[in-house]
Each structure stands twice: as C-alpha cells, then as structure tokens.
C-alpha cells in the first residue's frame, strides 16, 4: 500500500514516513514537494492508496490544486494536512471534496488514526485539535523537557516543518540565536536531527500544543 505526501517540508515528509508504518508495515510513503512531482508520481504509481497534501504548497492555489487532483485521480482519497486549520479553511476543503482534514499540530496518534480511518473508506474525517490543552489538559512546562521557554516557542514551529528563516521572522530573533536554541533542543532531546526530534516527541506522546511557553 503506497500513500503520497504531497508537501515541500523535508521535516514533514521524514516525520510522516516514520509514522505512517505504524498502521501497517506494509505502507510505503512517497513524497512530492511540488504538483508536477506529485502528478508524476501519480501517473507512474497506480497503486497510490491515499493522498496527504498541504494547501501552502508554493506557487499553487492549494484548493484550486486539490480540485484539480480530484478530477485527474478520482479513485484517490485525499486528506488535507495544513498548518492552516482555522474554520474556514477546514469546511472550504471538506466542501471541495477532501476525505479529510488533519492539522499538522495534531497528536501523532490522532494522525495515525484519522490516516487509518479514511484508508478504511470512511469520510469527512478532521483532527483539529483546536483546544491547546489536548487530552486531560495538562500543560508540560518546558522545564520538564529541559528547555527554556524560548526553546519551548522555536520547538513548536520546527515541529511544524518551518526553516529557520521563517522561526526568525516569526519569533522576531537573529538566524544565529535560533541556530543556537535548536541545537540546545536537539541536545534536550537527546537527538541528532530535526526529524529525530519530531519522532521523539510522537515517542513520547507528546503533542507540542501542550508545551506551555512559560511566557
């Protein structure tokens, strides 16, 4: 069984190819950081069981995108997987015919399980996650990780697949200082790369919405 990650973050794609054999070993991921990638793919791989796709891919109208994969390839279900999952973008892409829709801030186990039920056929499947205390609503402080707050807040976008350009802009920090925080978090971590972290954390149980800043 052959599933497509259609998105242009490495950290993504490596997490997901981690994940996904947890279903079933027999899963193969394959992945696409660009539509003409993902098309190719597609045409070359009939036995794709299942699409993941990310709306932000660049250069593309991730809706107009998703329509266009479900005209070409009906026989594929497609779950939306976006950073992305405020009202209005989960119904718009329920409505234009995803199978599902899974936020990247979601629990790995959640995803496993949304992944497992549209494979199993079933629709309109969404894991949101909109409640930043998941499960009974304890926050892990960043104590507990052994990171400080700062790191707890550049934790949360890497997990989230974004480089560290986009960490600067968005945290308002110098390339160098965020260099110097992900290192201290791989080190917290006990991990050697940003996809070791993600899989750690998923180890862990540890959804990152639930790692309080401190701030």
């Not at 259609?6 to 991921?29: C, N, S």
């Not at 986009?166 to 992900?182: F, M, N, P, Q, Y």
């Not at 862990?204 to 701030?215: L, N, Y």
């Amino acid at each position: 069984m052959k599933v497509l990650v259609i998105d242009d973050h490495p950290l993504i794609t490596e997490a997901l190819t981690q994940l996904l054999p947890r279903i079933d070993e027999g899963i193969e991921v394959l992945s696409a950081g660009a539509p003409h990638e993902a098309t190719a793919i597609l045409d070359d791989e009939p036995e794709v069981a299942m699409i993941l796709l990310d709306l932000a891919l660049p250069g593309t109208r991730g809706l107009d995108f998703l329509a266009d994969l479900m005209l070409d390839y009906p026989g594929v279900p497609i779950v939306v997987l976006s950073a992305t999952h405020d009202d209005g973008t989960v119904n718009a892409a329920l409505a234009a015919g995803a199978r599902g829709f899974i936020a990247k801030t979601a629990h790995s186990a959640d995803l496993i399980h949304a992944v497992r039920q549209t494979l199993d056929g079933m629709r309109a499947v969404r894991v949101v996650n909109d409640d930043p205390t998941p499960g009974n609503g304890v926050q892990i402080g960043p104590r507990a990780l052994g990171l400080t707050p700062r790191q707890a807040d550049v934790l949360r976008l890497l997990v989230e697949g974004k480089p560290n350009k986009i960490i600067c802009r968005d945290l308002r920090l110098s390339e160098g200082t965020v260099k110097v925080h992900v290192s201290a978090i791989l080190k917290a971590l006990r991990v050697q790369s940003r996809t070791q972290a993600v899989a750690e954390l998923a180890r862990r149980g540890i959804h990152t919405s639930a790692i309080a800043s401190g701030r």
